[in-house]
């Protein structure tokens, strides 16, 4: 079974960065769709990116531009770079995947419903 770590949450200030990283293994197939969710309390999980194994890229509207997926398949790493981050950003973030190739559009519906690591918690104030 596909195996998710996160780290790199922490606590900064309003306009400061973090980068997390999900450290994955145990994929079957060499084609997969990743992606970082997101739970504020009291709020709903929310997608906030994914990356597919043809490179596309996908973002929530309340971080475009300010956060940035990758994925470094030599070190089995995905990344979240946050930039600019803002107090409404605090949340638990989630590294989610999907083994297989995925060629439909709904990312992050099709994330949902597959592996999950235990979260980071990333706190911003003002």
């Known amino acids: 079974a596909v195996q998710l770590a996160e780290s790199g949450g922490g606590s900064v200030q309003s306009g400061g960065s973090l980068r997390l990283s999900c450290a994955f293994s145990?994929?079957?197939?060499?084609?997969?769709?990743m992606g970082w969710f997101r739970q504020a309390p009291g709020k709903e999980r929310e997608g906030v990116a994914s990356?597919?194994?043809?490179?596309?890229?996908t973002y929530a509207d309340s971080v475009k531009g300010r956060f940035t997926i990758s994925e470094d398949k030599s070190k089995h790493t995905l990344y979240l770079q946050m930039d600019n981050l803002q107090p409404e950003d605090t949340a638990i973030y989630y590294c989610?995947?999907?083994?297989?190739?995925?060629?439909?559009?709904?990312?992050?519906?099709?994330?949902?419903?597959?592996?999950w690591g235990k979260g980071t918690q990333v706190t911003v104030s003002s």
């Open positions: 989610a995947a999907r083994d297989g190739y995925y060629g439909g559009s709904d990312y992050f519906g099709a994330l949902k419903v597959n592996f």
């Open positions: 145990g994929f079957t197939y060499s084609a997969h769709l």
């Open positions: 990356l597919n194994t043809d490179g596309i890229t």
